[in-house]
């Protein structure tokens, strides 16, 4: 079974560019984060989609950063304008989640991330 | 909201030596701890979880974790380090009960020298 996807790899771009990161989760998974991971910190949750529903998005920069999962699969991440601080890696997880259990599952599974840098 | 903390941010030890990372977390109610691991090169998974019950959690390849409700700690442990252990490791929390929001600590090197 394929693991979490995500393009590109890499990404290096001047500041005041945009900038757009892809996910692909795990098949079936009806729940998909992004996070933000800067160097020597743990992630640190930017969004989180339930199918195509953004359920939270308290932590998302809105005036630059903007998600979308349109069709409640894959996703995507924007910055548009980047700025210095954005250098961070990108991460994307899913999971499956089920309404109304006591507990969810919780176990998250991630991707590779996508490394930027702005230079 | 919860916070977790892990005070060891590199730790060097030898093969075959013993294993002890700290982690401690505040938040006042019910909680789901994680240990996710990521080595060189590889992105993030899952070491073990620990929901309710036994608060000794056996995860892979030998690494296992205490819960000790009354110090909110839950300390990763491994008895004999190899080499292939040299990874980052991450202690995680979330309240129990429906979705609750995970909450990563800052990560701990662990290097291994053979």
């Known amino acids: 079974e394929a693991g979490v996807v995500q393009s590109p790899r890499y990404k290096i771009i001047e500041k005041k560019q945009p900038v757009a990161f892809w996910c692909n989760p795990i098949?079936?998974?009806?729940?998909l984060y992004w996070y933000l991971q800067n160097l020597g910190q743990g992630p640190e949750l930017l969004i989180r989609?339930?199918?195509?529903?953004?359920?939270?998005d308290s932590q998302l920069p809105k005036d630059r950063f903007s998600a979308e999962r349109l069709k409640g699969v894959d996703s995507t991440l924007k910055i548009q304008p980047a700025e210095l601080g954005d250098s961070a890696v990108y991460l994307c997880?899913?999971?499956?989640?089920?309404?109304?259990?006591?507990?969810?599952?919780?176990?998250?599974?991630f991707g590779p991330g996508t490394r930027l840098t702005v230079l | 909201a919860q916070s977790v903390s892990q005070h060891n941010h590199h730790v060097i030890l030898s093969e075959a030596a013993s294993l002890e990372l700290g982690c401690n977390y505040s938040y006042g109610g019910t909680v789901n701890l994680f240990w996710y691991v990521q080595y060189p090169g590889q992105h993030l998974q899952l070491l073990l979880k620990y929901f309710s019950g036994d608060p000794l959690v056996k995860g892979i390849k030998g690494f296992e974790a205490e819960f000790i409700k009354s110090k909110f700690s839950f300390n990763l442990r491994k008895p004999s380090v190899q080499w292939s252990d040299t990874a980052e490791y991450f202690c995680?929390?979330?309240?129990?009960?429906?979705?609750?929001?995970?909450?990563f600590g800052t990560g701990t090197k662990l290097q291994v020298i053979p």
């Open positions: 989609y339930e199918n195509e529903e953004a359920v939270d």
């Open positions: 997880a899913s999971s499956l989640e089920g309404r109304g259990l006591a507990h969810s599952n919780n176990e998250q599974f």
């Open positions: 098949s079936g998974h009806n729940t």
């Open positions: 995680a929390v979330n309240a129990a009960g429906g979705y609750q929001k995970v909450t």
